[in-house]
């Protein structure tokens, strides 16, 4: 009796649906799951794909410009719909695409290669550029329409998986290392990309004969915020104030080494803002200190300081007995019971004393207000002069201590560990008190 012959099936789409398919009836039909699964891959493959090539385009106009014209709208169409029959013909997944964006690198390395590699002082122009192309290829890499799909596709993975799995219970161990191998892929290929882009600025902007403007310092720190790596962050502030000028004469490059409390190097609020911000939310307190006590604490931000702030005030307070003296004398024209000087002084003396009494308390008591204070206060014996200059660094101190404690109030003050203790320490070296007893709510009675 001869034997009956086996009906050839087309090849399963994993390990998992073999198993189970190997298991029951030969059937050349997959199940739904897989058919799903498929159809995710192809259209997830697809979107990623097209994403690909608009930002490859922007960056290669950004860093790498050329002096040709753009395509017209009709090649334009050609293209998309070749990449779309291309795109049908041969489905790409999330790994592939991820894979694929490491040639954007060569536009870095170009990039970075023509300020490192020229043998004068790098155009600003040439800097820029460089750092711009980081910002196009950190702004793909962490751009939200692209990670919510690569976390989908594993999602619809899992999911299918799991309905094969309820039918074989024996492949779960399988499903599960399958799924994630997948998901660790593709998350070290994106931070190494995210590692190459931070090193590729860094690079940049420490490059001795490169002189750091405001321009480039903000853009620099826009790549950082974007990435969420704040490490570099405290040392480029240091290299704004200090790295060295360099001066080009005779064919060769000199440097000059500038003050570090100047007022010119001082950095904007904004971009200090900017790069605490992304220090607290990587939870990196060294980065988050460091930001500090080279931007806000810097001897150029308190000159600078004084210099917008202070200058109205005190040409104001010098031009008021010069005010108060002509007013003095208009009013010892309008009465006749005592002489002009006599009527004069006396109306000079009680101006002054009226303006500097009024101005003397509205001074004590901008200095002396504490409805902003959260968690960090000034120690008792600090002057009012130092806690007007220095209250910009007493907020971001206190904006750290909030984002690291308890966020509920009725536990602050319970905070334990090596940062919080090196916080505390840190704080009290400032002339502050964290955590001030008498003004801890609930404890003022």
């Known amino acids: 009796m001869p034997r009956p012959v086996a009906v050839p099936r087309s090849r399963s789409v994993c390990q998992i649906c073999d198993s189970i398919i190997g298991r029951r009836l030969p059937s050349t039909k997959y199940p739904l799951g897989v058919r799903n699964v498929t159809r995710a891959q192809a259209q997830v493959g697809q979107n990623l794909y097209k994403i690909g090539i608009l930002q490859k385009r922007m960056l290669a106009s950004a860093a790498i410009p050329t002096g040709k014209s753009t395509s017209s709208a009709s090649n334009t169409r050609e293209t998309a719909e070749e990449h779309d029959n291309a795109t049908k013909r041969r489905p790409m997944t999330a790994s592939q695409e991820l894979s694929s964006v490491t040639n954007m690198m060569t536009y870095l390395e170009r990039s970075k290669s023509k300020v490192l590699s020229n043998r004068r002082i790098p155009p600003e122009a040439d800097v820029s550029a460089a750092l711009k192309a980081c910002r196009v290829v950190a702004d793909y890499i962490m751009d939200d329409a692209v990670q919510p799909q690569i976390s989908h596709m594993v999602n619809e993975l899992d999911s299918a998986a799991s309905e ?202 901008l200095t002396t207000a504490n409805d902003q204070m959260k968690r960090v206060t000034w120690a008792p014996g600090v002057p009012l002069r130092t806690r007007w200059m220095r209250e910009e660094e007493r907020a971001a101190l206190d904006k750290i201590a909030c984002a690291w404690g308890f966020q509920e109030k009725w536990r602050q003050g319970e905070e334990e560990g090596r940062d919080w203790d090196a916080l505390r320490e840190y704080v009290g070296q400032k002339g502050m008190v964290l955590d001030r007893t008498e003004l801890m709510e609930g404890m003022d009675h």
């Open 164 to 365: 094969l799995l309820s039918l074989d219970n024996s492949a779960s161990q399988q499903s599960s290392q399958s799924s994630d191998t997948t998901l660790s892929a593709i998350t070290a290929q994106v931070k190494q990309i995210i590692d190459k882009i931070s090193d590729t600025a860094y690079s940049v902007l420490s490059h001795p004969p490169v002189f750091i403007t405001p321009d480039l310092l903000k853009l620099y720190v826009d790549i950082q915020a974007r990435l969420g790596k704040p490490e570099t962050l405290p040392r480029v502030f240091q290299m704004y104030a200090s790295k060295p000028m360099p001066r080009e004469a005779a064919g060769s490059i000199s440097y000059v080494s500038q003050n570090p409390a100047k007022v010119a190097n001082a950095i904007e609020s904004k971009v200090i803002e900017t790069a605490l911000d992304t220090a607290i939310e990587a939870r990196n307190l060294d980065a988050a200190v460091g930001i500090i006590e080279n931007s806000y604490a810097a001897k150029a931000f308190i000159r600078a300081k004084l210099v917008r702030q202070g200058v109205l005030p005190a040409g104001t307070f010098a031009v008021t007995p010069i005010a108060a003296y002509i007013l003095a004398t208009n009013f010892s024209n309008l009465q006749s019971t005592m002489d002009g000087a006599t009527a004069t002084n006396v109306a000079f003396a009680g101006i002054l004393a009226y303006v500097g009494f009024t101005a003397s308390i509205g001074i004590v008591a």
